[in-house]
């Protein structure tokens, strides 16, 4: 019975990393839809001083390092998200911190990401960034949703997973 119970609960975490993969795919392939069919491409939409809405294509990978090598990045992402689903569905009973729910927050945003950006490079050979920070190179949501989620998997595996001990233990 503990078997079945504590396979449930699994079952449940693993359906909230599908839930946020699906939200950032969806919130992401949406806002670069918008960004598409009303910011004409190299277009600013909007300035508020810190930041501003454009329309830009990424043809590499973040903050644009291997422009023009799509076909690689898609082979190497590809290659990322199974790691990341290996790691997350074979070796959970092995890592007692995989149970987390705030790591599987991160594994779903890092996911959701890669994912996102993922549509844009097999379907149009590039990718939209539309967020330009100004002191950063310009990005969308999937960027900021595994840049976000990489920070909070930093933080469990640092904090959380024991790897760092205080120095009265």
Known sequence: MEKLHSRSQSNR????????VLL???????????????????????DWGF???VNVRNTGASFGIF???TNSI???????IVLILAIVFLLRSRLAFMENML???GIGLVLGGAIGNQIDR????????????KIWPVSNVADVSAVT???????????????LKRKNE
């Open 13 to 20: 975490r693993d359906i909230y990393i599908g839930v946020i």
């Open 67 to 69: 422009a023009n090598h």
């Open 74 to 80: 898609i082979i190497v992402v590809f290659i990322e």
């Open 51 to 53: 930041i501003q809405i």
């Open 24 to 46: 950032v795919i969806i919130a992401d392939q949406i806002t670069k839809y918008l960004v598409k069919t009303h910011i004409a491409y190299g277009d600013v939409w909007r």
């Open 122 to 133: 097999i379907a149009y050979k590039y990718v939209t960034d539309f967020i330009d920070w």
């Open 103 to 105: 790591l599987r927050t």
């Open 149 to 163: 989620g990489t920070i909070i998997i930093a933080f469990c595996i640092l904090f959380r997973s024991g790897m």
